[in-house]
């Protein structure tokens, strides 16, 4: 299986979101991970959807079938080499008073993560990187007694010298975000 | 469907009265409506009132004199009308429902529309905005629920939004390839007054949506070049010859080149059936010479159809040997299922007119006779036999006499099942229009409502419908739908007292377990005469000539039931799943 990320860039309206996911639903295609932002264009909303596929023109005819949404703009298929791509991980980590204390220099300098919260006797530490890297640190500050651990879905951008303006449609002043 | 909610009462006070001054008339949203929908060029409405549309019904009573409604007797009916009248008029169709069981039971004519690319506009009342998500009387998510078989869905809450949102409606549903579009219509945004002057603008171009018509250059040259070369080119053609408007520039194109032209289910009637480059149809129940040679070409060259399923058999099998040039208007239908060559993506009519001056002017009449080897093989096993005036009157039959009796002028509305593929099979077809059936959804149920939908379309055309005893009984009420509006449609019962399509798998692959396919039927006739619709049975061969005529004679709406072979397969066929190549003759 191969992870395939699909960027869609759409109009900002009401329900997009269902119009898309039915696409993969109706073709038993699962979402590994699922991300909507606005884009740096107003009015622009960025969808990174991961999935797993095993035969790529499959993954074409889904991008096309997307394209198909009237409010969909753009849609690109990528693999992972053809993008720059991160995820986001927060683990609350239990600091119990005369418990094993956190090692800051090694979460910092070796698994470059951050505490970014301070509890009474836990701590919030912040991890970006792709999914290996996060789940290398996972191992590594498991056995403090992790309480929480949420990771967010892949944001990525293609690895090419054009902007997202330039796939827009011409005919539109598409204004930055602020 | 027309329970009021107690609710309606105190709603319909909220119409505010708009200020009497100089300034222009402020319309509601309901009223926006009507006039969005006659600046499109609407001539009928199909639809069904209730709770939550009454405000957009109450309007619509001042404009019965620019805006024409058909009062349905089942939701379903108005979907599958304005399905028949998109069909021959070729403009979106327009149905008008309730929240609620008005709007899913109109799902059914979306789903079918969306497959087989009829444009139509539904709007479809909802619960008041506030209300929304609150379980209220007669609510339903159907935007959630229709937005995997639409084309586009949209919720006006909001009267301003009226007529650019139909605009955009109209301009969806029509362009591209066409398909229905939703439009959910709260009760408050039907009642509450525009904030501004009413105007309207037609939409003409969209920023996301922006179908392909002209095809590029490279496309055409690429197409031509393996037209040019082809030595057995053959030439499959579908309802994107009809949509687009191509079949004179079909025509001409085929006359040029000299190529074998075959047509797909919804094509049927694109060229008419005597055209000397016409070869016959394709797929399940398509004729046999078609299906078969399509093994021995070697480019094919698919015009406005996409390759489905009863089409190819199994795909994997389906023209290997061909270069397969794809002229489709939809780039999401390339190499979807058979991957083509020379994709080229534009309307067929515009793709058509460009490519002619390319292609070289050629006889492939060798070829195009290889054809008639199997027609007359197909004439020999079956057409002979099921032509023949011995025991029960046969389906084929009736539909080959009507055909001669209309001189192939008829619109012919098929239902689904066994009659449909006979009908598809008999009726020689003179021009555009003239077969109108549900293909990709497999609708039962289809043909009555359809049928006068197509006549409203089309009035001055004689309008047949061929109806299956179980479809009949799917939209029966729609006998007073026609008894109301008086529309002179012909529909003949080609009655078997069996789902006869079913009764044949099973007869041919479940080992005849004929597992819940035998009909006890009412006495259509006498039915028919209760809504006040005159009709007559005729189970005698020599009575079916007579019968017809009094069928076609009749200036209002008219049955006739015709009794016809109880256990009648369809034939040639492509067992499902089985390569074209594999085709049954008996």
């Known amino acids: 299986m191969t992870t395939y990320t699909i960027c869609v860039f759409t109009e900002n309206t009401f329900g997009l979101l269902n119009k898309i996911t039915v696409i993969f639903t109706r073709r038993r295609i699962n979402i590994e991970s699922l991300t909507v932002s606005e884009t740096e264009r107003q009015g622009v909303s960025r969808y990174t959807i991961t999935i797993k596929h095993d035969k790529r023109e499959e993954v074409e005819k889904l991008v096309r079938q997307i394209r198909k949404v009237v409010e969909v703009l753009a849609v690109f298929g990528y693999l992972d080499d053809e993008i720059v791509y991160n995820e986001i991980a927060l683990f609350k980590v239990a600091t119990p008073i005369g418990g094993k204390p956190i090692d800051i220099e090694t979460i910092n300098k070796i698994y470059k993560a951050w505490v970014v919260y301070w509890g009474l006797d836990y701590v919030v530490i912040e991890k970006a990187g792709n999914e290996n890297e996060i789940l290398d640190f996972f191992r590594y500050i498991k056995s403090y007694g992790i309480l929480e651990f949420v990771k967010s879905g892949r944001v990525a951008v293609g690895k090419t010298p054009a902007g997202l303006v330039e796939y827009l449609p011409e005919e539109v002043h598409w204004e930055y975000y602020v | 469907m027309t329970m009021v909610a107690a609710q309606d009462a105190a709603a319909l006070e909220e119409v505010q009265t708009p200020a009497q001054t100089e300034a222009p008339r402020i319309l509601s949203g309901a009223q926006a409506l009507m006039e969005s929908l006659i600046a499109e060029g609407t001539e009928v409405i199909f639809g069904y009132p209730g709770g939550a549309i009454m405000p957009t019904y109450d309007a619509l009573f001042d404009y019965t004199d620019r805006l024409d409604h058909i009062l349905v007797r089942h939701e379903q009916g108005a979907g599958h009308a304005a399905q028949g009248y ?87 549903a029509k362009s591209g390839k066409p398909g229905p579009v939703v439009i959910d219509f709260t009760r408050d945004a039907q009642v509450s007054p525009m904030t501004k002057p009413y105007e309207y603008k037609k939409v003409e171009t969209l920023a996301s949506y922006k179908p392909r018509v002209i095809p590029k250059d490279e496309h055409l040259e690429r197409a031509a070049q393996l037209i040019n070369n082809a030595q057995r080119p053959y030439v499959l053609f579908g309802q994107g010859v009809l949509i687009s408007g191509a079949e004179e520039e079909l025509k001409a194109f085929a006359e040029k080149t000299d190529i074998p032209c075959a047509s797909t289910l919804l094509g049927l009637s694109a060229m008419p059936i005597d055209h000397p480059n016409y070869v016959g149809w394709l797929g399940m129940h398509g004729n046999y010479g078609p299906n078969v040679l399509t093994t021995q070409a070697d480019v094919v060259i698919a015009i406005g159809m996409r390759f489905d399923d009863r ?13 397969v040039i794809h002229i489709e208007i939809d780039p999401a239908e390339i190499d979807k ?55 029960q009157i046969k389906m084929a039959e009736v539909v080959n006499m009507l055909s001669e009796k209309t001189k192939g002028e008829a619109c012919v509305i098929a ?81 078997n007292n069996y789902l006869g399509m079913v009764r044949q798998w099973q007869q041919l692959f479940f080992e005849k377990r004929y597992s819940f396919v035998e009909l006890q039927n009412p006495d259509f006739v006498t039915i028919a005469k209760g809504f006040g619709i005159a009709g007559h049975t005729c189970s005698e061969r020599e009575n079916l000539g007579e019968s017809l005529d009094r069928l076609l004679q009749s200036d209002k709406p008219y049955l006739l039931e015709v009794m016809v072979e109880k256990e009648e397969n369809v034939f040639p066929m492509v067992p499902a799943g089985a390569a074209v190549a594999d085709i049954r003759l008996d």
């Open chain 2, 337 to 391: 299922i058979i991957k083509a060559d020379a994709p080229v993506v534009g309307d067929a009519k515009e793709t058509l007119k460009r490519l002619l001056p390319l292609v070289k002017q050629n006889n492939h009449a060798a070829w195009r006779n290889e054809f008639k080897k199997y027609d007359l093989i197909e004439e020999q096993k079956i057409t002979q036999r099921e032509l023949t005036p011995e025991g």
């Open chain 2, 415 to 495: 239902d689904v099942g066994q009659h449909q593929m006979i009908a598809a099979r008999y009726y020689k077809f003179k021009n555009p229009r003239s077969y109108i059936a549900s293909g990709g959804l497999g609708t039962m149920g289809f043909a009555i409502p359809a049928a006068f939908g197509a006549k409203k379309g089309a009035p001055e055309r004689e309008v047949v419908a061929f109806i299956g005893d179980g479809c009949f009984q799917m939209t029966i009420q729609e006998l007073g739908t026609i008894a109301q509006s008086g529309l002179p449609v012909k529909l003949i019962i080609l009655n």
């Open chain 2, 86 to 172: 998109a069909r021959t008029s070729g403009k979106p169709g327009v149905c008008l429902v309730t929240s609620g069981p008005g709007g899913t039971n109109l799902v059914t004519p979306i789903a079918d529309a969306i497959i087989d690319c009829t444009p139509l506009v539904c709007i479809i009342g909802q619960v008041k905005s506030t209300l929304l998500g609150t379980d209220a009387f007669q609510e339903t998510d159907i935007i959630g629920v229709t937005t995997p078989v639409c084309k586009w869905n949209y919720q006006i809450t909001n009267a301003d939004d009226v007529p650019a949102i139909i605009a955009k409606a109209f301009y969806i």
């Open chain 2, 311 to 323: 089409v190819t058999g199994d795909a994997t099998k389906y023209i290997r040997q061909a270069k």
